[in-house]
């Protein structure tokens, strides 16, 4: 009879021992034997039982430190109470290695970032400075483009003038030659003046003289008048006469002599003007000569000049369309240095989402840094919560909940059963980055075998939290808190808050 009993008790030992050990195959690491509890396969119980304790220290501990690395966080914290043994010791070097490794990597990168990005300042202030030279250069070049072109024309214009004052000079040239031609017809004309009046003096000496000589047959005759008396009265009135007309020819001439003398100085201070004319015109002329020359000059000069500026204007204007271009590409290269330091803004800002080894290590996340927290959330949570009990209520309650909550990715609440009751509500203000294994939880959607949900059952009334993890709806690394209560219909569901872990 005992050793029946005792068969019978085996039995059960085994059975219980075999649905312990398939829970560990179907991966529910945290079952607890009381080995106690077992007379038979003590022993045995107690190995199951530190194998699933050992084995769920590992796992969390990978979970933990694989989540970490993930997300972006180098300085991971390792724990020194999981002692790993045997073939396990190979995947705490590999963890180490690849923290170690990644580690490296990114701190080679942050310098690298910190490089470039004082390089792309470099680039974008010397390119700044370039731009805004060339732009300069551009204006500049422009100005004296306009003043080139307006010097251009000026010249132009003024070779147009200096042909025609060489035209008016040439009229000028023209007149003065004929006013000299008339001079030298004066000259002769006044040498003419002069010549009759030396010929009228001539005439004048001979009329003077034979004044005289009348003088003296008339003084003769009265002479001879007297010797005859009284028949030589007659011949003493004719020669009275002839006396008193020889003294009135005498004056005349003498007037006549002033005249004509007066006459030849006029005409010969004439000559001495007209010389002086001569001499001046000539004189004129010579100057309207230089000047007509020197117009030609200054016109033909000035030709040269407008083609020559106009030559240079061309020269300018492809320099200035060089200059344009070298400041367009100047322009061209400070957008790209502005577009490289923004993509090296970018990198830093990509590498805030990393923390290095040589920042600190961080502080892993337990339930003592989440109970204050949960306290909190417990007081404001579960008064519209509770009396929720359909769909519709729970899903606008959990959305009253998630408002203004910056740290909380979503919620949700699962049934007694293990069945997710409500939708999962996001947080509006994060971002969905879904990646492959992405799928939205829906209601009805199995989430019995999660560890969280069964901690949550076994102690109700008390916070849980999730090891980390890395969400597929955004790649960030979350604890999940779960929470089981009792609904106003009596009954029993667990709401679930992802949290976002920061380090």
Request: net charge negative; glycine share 4%; with cysteine.
């Amino acid at each position: 009879m005992r050793k029946h009993v005792e068969v019978n008790r085996m039995k059960e030992e085994v059975l219980e021992l075999v649905s312990s050990t398939n829970q560990l195959a179907n991966g529910n690491l945290d079952i607890s034997i009381n080995a106690q509890n077992y007379t038979l396969l003590g022993e045995l119980a107690e190995d199951v039982n530190q194998i699933s304790k050992a084995f769920n220290g590992y796992i969390n501990e990978i979970a933990h430190v694989l989540s970490h690395l993930s997300a972006g966080n180098m300085a991971v914290h390792f724990t020194e109470e999981i002692d790993y043994k045997g073939d396990f010791l190979p995947v705490k070097n590999a963890l180490h290695k690849i923290r170690h490794s990644l580690n490296n990597s990114f701190e080679e990168i942050n310098q690298l970032s910190t490089e470039v990005d004082k390089l792309c300042n470099q680039v974008e202030s010397g390119a700044s400075k370039i731009a805004k030279n060339a732009n300069e250069q551009a204006e500049l070049i422009n100005d004296l483009t306009n003043t080139i072109y307006q010097i251009t024309e000026q010249t132009s214009n003024n070779a147009i003038h200096a042909k025609e004052a060489a035209k008016s000079v040439n009229m000028v040239q023209s007149e003065a030659q004929t006013g000299s031609g008339y001079m030298e017809q004066m000259l002769e004309s006044i040498q003419e003046v002069k010549t009759s009046s030396d010929d009228i003096s001539n005439i004048v000496t001979i009329i003077s003289g034979i004044s005289e000589q009348t003088k003296l047959l008339a003084l003769n005759a009265a002479i001879e008048a007297a010797r005859a008396g009284d028949s030589g009265k007659g011949f003493s009135v004719v020669a009275k006469e002839v006396g008193i007309l020889a003294t009135k020819s005498a004056e005349a001439v003498r007037q006549t002599t002033l005249l004509i003398e007066k006459s030849i100085s006029t005409a010969e201070a004439s000559v001495e003007i007209a010389n002086k004319t001569s001499e001046s015109f000539q004189t004129i002329q010579n100057s309207i000569n230089s000047v007509t020359d020197l117009c030609t000059d200054i016109a033909e000069v000035s030709q040269v000049q407008a083609g020559n500026l106009k030559n240079t204007s061309k020269i300018i204007t492809n320099i200035s369309a060089v200059v344009q271009n070298n400041a367009a590409y100047a322009q061209e290269n400070y957008t790209g240095a502005v577009n490289m330091a923004d993509l090296s803004s970018q990198l830093k800002k990509v590498m805030t989402r990393f923390r290095l080894r040589s920042q600190g290590e961080s502080e892993r996340i337990d339930d003592n840094n989440i109970s204050k927290f949960s306290n909190e959330l417990q007081t404001k949570m579960f008064q519209n919560l509770r009396r929720s009990t359909s769909l519709e209520g729970v899903d606008i309650a959990l959305q009253d909940i998630i408002k203004n909550q910056k740290d909380f990715e979503c919620l949700y609440v699962i049934d007694t059963e293990g069945y997710q009751f409500s939708h999962t509500i996001m947080n509006p203000e994060i971002a969905v980055e879904q990646d492959e294994n992405f799928k939205p939880a829906m209601p009805g959607d199995f989430y019995g075998n999660k560890k969280y949900f069964r901690k949550a059952m076994k102690t109700p009334n008390e916070w849980h939290t999730s090891v980390e993890y890395i969400s597929t709806a955004t790649g960030g690394l979350c604890k999940t808190l779960s929470f089981a209560y009792e609904g106003a219909n009596l009954k029993t569901y667990v709401v679930c808050v992802d949290l976002i872990c920061r380090f």
